[in-house]
């Protein structure tokens, strides 16, 4: 395997009406709206994805369950502590640890880790709001994923 696909998807918009801890913060009515577009493009833009890796929180495992259920296929997809409130070389360590036999992955998560880690291994600035997606080709195999090895192929929001 020559090359890998990492996709970042940020957890589409969360609501902030209530008052209960960070984690546990649900989508907002826009969210829920937003998460099948990052879906849809997923499906159309991205030929088959080994492996979903989300963050516990609320808002981010709906983005994926909501996006991934307009995929013809969902991967397999594991909940990982290290994506919430995660800093970039934490994340980066999260890549790093992919499967070995997996040629593509996405990581949906939350900022300001998931614009670091875009800048950190493609070298340059990715603004990722919510709902948006960052498609990166990383040569070789997951554990050498370094600054600058990446290529930034796609970013921005999926239009609605």
């Keep these: 395997m020559t090359e890998r696909t990492l996709v970042l998807l ?4 969360s609501d902030w009406s209530g008052d209960q801890p960070d984690v546990d913060r649900p989508l907002a009515g826009r969210g829920r709206r937003q998460a099948p577009d990052a879906g849809r493009w997923l499906a159309a833009n991205v030929a088959s994805i080994g492996i979903a890796v989300v963050s516990p929180a609320a808002r981010a495992r709906s983005t994926w369950e909501i996006a991934s259920a307009e995929l013809d296929a969902p991967p397999p997809t594991q909940v990982d502590d290290r994506l919430y409130a995660a800093s970039v070389d934490e994340l980066l360590a999260v890549v790093r640890d992919l499967p070995a036999d997996v040629a593509s992955a996405v990581l949906v998560g939350h900022n300001p880790g998931f614009e670091e880690l875009a800048e950190l291994l493609t070298g340059e600035p990715t603004r990722l709001t919510t709902s948006t997606l960052a498609v990166l080709a990383v040569p070789g195999s997951w554990s050498d994923a370094a600054p600058r090895s990446c ?10």
């Design 151 to 160: 290529t930034l192929r796609a970013a921005g929001r999926p239009p609605g």
């Design 10 to 13: 940020r957890h589409a918009k």
